[in-house]
C-alpha cells in the first residue's frame, strides 16, 4: 500500500515545529514542546514564537519559513484567528503535516474557518490533523506531541480518540492499568486525516498489535469507505470500536462536540459488522479485549477449558462463556482422568475444572501443564478466588513461569477475585504479558472477543 507522505511524517517526523510554543509553563503551547522534549523524541524541534528568542533551551523563530531546515510537522497551538495564517507559512516552507491543536472551528459552527484551513493545506499539499485536538503520540520513536501527560507506557495498543478529554484521561489510566500503547491520536474534527487515514497507517505498522478507536461520529457521506477500507483493515489486526452517541441525546452530544453525525446506531452496527470491526459497548470492555489482543496468540480453535479453585466463579465464568458463545469443552475420559490427578478426591476435572479451595500452586500448575498438553483445548481461563492457603502473587508466578515454559502456545486468561495481594497479582500477570482480570465474567468476555475475531479470520482466509 503507498503511504500518503503527510500522514508518514504524522508518526515519524524527522522535524517537528511547535508554532506558538509558550514561554509560559501554564500554557498549551509551553506543555506541547515540553512533552516532546521531555519524552525523548530524537529529531529535530523547533519552537515558533514571534515574541520569544528561546524556550525551553531552544532557539526560537518568528516564523516558520525562517527555520534553516526541512520541517515534517508542524504543531498549531495560536489561537484560532492566527491558525490561517500560520499555517499558510507553513505550506510555504513545505510542512507535510499540520496538527492543529487549536478550538474554535466546525465544533462551535465556524465551519468556513475550518474549510479554509483545508484548502490551504490542500494547496500545499500537507495533511492536517484536528482541528480541536490534544496531539499525537507515537511511543516507538519517543514521540509525545501531546499536553496529556509526559509519560506513556510502551506497547502494541494504539488508540484513536475522537474525544480528547477521554483521549488525555486514558493516557494516564493506560500506565495504572499496564496497557502499553504504541500510539494514541487525537482526531478532533476530522477535518481531514480521520480514524480511516489512522487505522490504515496503523495497520501495517510493526509496532502495533491491536486498533482501538472511540468514535463519536463518521463524517456524512464516508459510511461507505469507512466499511471498505477497515473490512481490510480488519484482516490485517483486529480493530476494537467504542461508539459513543447511541442514545438520542447522547447523539445530539456528539454532534455538538466535534461537529459529528452520530447517525442512526443500527446503521453503525451495520457498518461495524460488515466491516469486521468489533463493537465494545464500554471503554472497560475496549481495554479489556485489547489487552487479550496485545499479548496472546491467536486460537486454534474454539475449545475452551476453565480451571478454577471456587465453584462460583466456575459457575459464573460458565455463564458468561454461553452469553457470549465461547464453545466449552466436553473433556474426553482420558482427559479427565489426567485432570483428575491434579486435584483432591472431591474436586471436579469436568469443565469448569474444579481444584477446590484446597488449592496451591502445585495443583494450578500442573493443571495448566494438563491444559497446554492436551489437543483438545484451545483456550485457557484460569479462574481463582483469594483463600488463606494460597496467596495470589506466587500463584501469579506459577501462572508465568507455566506459560513461560509452553511458550505462549495457547491463548490464556485469568480472572480474579479478592482484595489487594490479589490486585498486585494481577498486575504481576500483566506485567508479564498474561491479561489477568478483575472477576470471571470480564477473563471470558475477553477471551470471547479473541475467539470472536478467529472466528473471523479463518472464515475471511480459510
Ligand atoms: N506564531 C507563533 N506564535 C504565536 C503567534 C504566531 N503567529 N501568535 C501568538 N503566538 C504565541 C503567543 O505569543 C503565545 O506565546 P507566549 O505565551 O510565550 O506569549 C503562544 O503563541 C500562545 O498564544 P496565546 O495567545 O497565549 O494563546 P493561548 O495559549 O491562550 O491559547 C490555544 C492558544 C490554541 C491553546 C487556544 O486558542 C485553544 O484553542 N485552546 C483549546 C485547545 C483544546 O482544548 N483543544 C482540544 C483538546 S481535545
Redesign the pocket.
Same mark, same amino acid.
Given at each position: 500500500m503507498v503511504v500518503d507522505e503527510g500522514v508518514r511524517a504524522l508518526f515519524n517526523p524527522r522535524s517537528i515545529a511547535v508554532?506558538?510554543?509558550? $514561554?509560559?509553563p501554564g =500554557?498549551?503551547?509551553?506543555m506541547i514542546l515540553k512533552n516532546i522534549l521531555d519524552y525523548g523524541y530524537k529529531g529535530r524541534v523547533y519552537p515558533? @514564537?514571534? =515574541?520569544?528568542d528561546e524556550?525551553l533551551g531552544l532557539k526560537a523563530y =518568528? $516564523?516558520v519559513s525562517e527555520i534553516p531546515d526541512e520541517v515534517d510537522m508542524a504543531v498549531?497551538?495560536?489561537?484560532?484567528k492566527?491558525v490561517l495564517?500560520?499555517a499558510e507559512d507553513a505550506g510555504r516552507k513545505g510542512v507535510k503535516v499540520l496538527v492543529v491543536?487549536?478550538?474554535?472551528f466546525a465544533e462551535v459552527g465556524n465551519v468556513e474557518a475550518e474549510e479554509k484551513l483545508v484548502e490551504i493545506a490542500r494547496k500545499y499539499g500537507m495533511r492536517v490533523l484536528g482541528? @480541536?485536538?490534544?496531539g499525537i503520540a507515537y511511543t516507538p520513536i519517543n514521540l509525545n506531541a501531546t499536553?496529556g501527560p509526559r509519560d506513556l507506557l510502551k506497547g502494541p495498543i494504539a488508540f484513536i480518540s475522537q474525544?480528547?478529554?477521554l483521549?488525555?484521561a486514558l493516557m494516564g489510566w493506560t500506565i495504572m492499568e499496564e496497557i502499553g500503547v504504541s500510539a494514541i491520536v487525537?482526531m478532533?474534527n476530522m477535518s481531514d486525516i480521520d480514524v480511516v487515514d489512522a487505522a490504515e497507517y496503523l495497520a501495517d505498522d510493526p509496532n502495533t498489535k491491536v486498533i482501538t478507536i472511540y468514535l463519536e461520529g463518521l463524517k456524512p457521506g464516508t459510511g461507505r469507505r469507512f466499511v471498505e477500507k477497515m473490512r481490510s483493515i480488519t484482516r490485517r489486526k483486529p480493530v476494537i470500536v467504542i461508539k459513543a452517541g447511541r442514545s438520542r441525546r447522547g447523539a445530539m452530544a456528539a454532534a455538538s462536540h466535534t461537529g459529528s453525525l452520530a447517525g442512526s446506531d443500527q446503521l453503525y452496527s451495520a457498518a461495524f459488522k460488515q466491516s469486521g470491526v468489533l463493537r465494545a459497548y464500554t471503554t472497560d470492555d475496549m481495554f479489556d479485549w485489547a489487552r487479550v489482543f496485545a499479548t496472546q496468540p491467536l486460537p486454534g480453535g474454539e475449545e475452551t477449558i476453565i480451571i478454577t479453585n471456587g465453584g462460583g466463579v466456575g459457575v459464573l465464568a460458565t455463564d458468561t462463556a454461553e452469553e457470549h458463545s465461547v464453545k466449552l469443552l466436553d473433556p474426553s475420559p482420558g482427559l479427565k482422568e489426567k485432570f483428575r490427578e491434579t486435584m483432591p478426591w472431591f474436586g471436579s476435572p469436568k469443565n469448569p475444572v474444579d481444584l477446590t479451595g484446597q488449592a496451591v500452586e502445585e495443583n494450578y500448575a500442573k493443571a495448566l501443564e494438563v491444559a497446554f498438553e492436551s489437543d483438545e483445548i484451545h483456550n485457557i481461563v484460569i479462574l481463582y478466588c483469594r483463600t488463606a492457603i494460597l496467596d495470589p502473587r506466587s500463584l501469579a508466578d506459577t501462572i508465568v513461569e507455566v506459560v513461560k515454559k509452553y511458550g505462549n502456545s495457547k491463548p490464556v486468561v485469568v480472572g480474579m477475585v479478592g482484595g489487594i495481594d490479589t490486585y498486585e497479582a494481577m498486575r504481576k500477570l500483566n506485567q508479564n504479558g498474561i491479561p489477568a482480570y478483575f472477576g470471571a465474567e470480564r477473563a471470558v468476555a475477553a477471551l470471547a472477543a479473541l475467539i470472536k475475531y478467529y472466528r473471523y479470520i479463518s472464515k475471511k482466509h480459510g
Open positions: 508554532i506558538g510554543a509558550s $514561554r509560559h =500554557k498549551i503551547g509551553y515558533v @514564537n514571534p =515574541k520569544a524556550i =518568528k $516564523r498549531i497551538v495560536v489561537p484560532e492566527y495564517e500560520v491543536i487549536t478550538s474554535g482541528p @480541536n485536538i490534544f499536553f474525544s480528547g478529554a483521549g488525555i487525537s478532533g
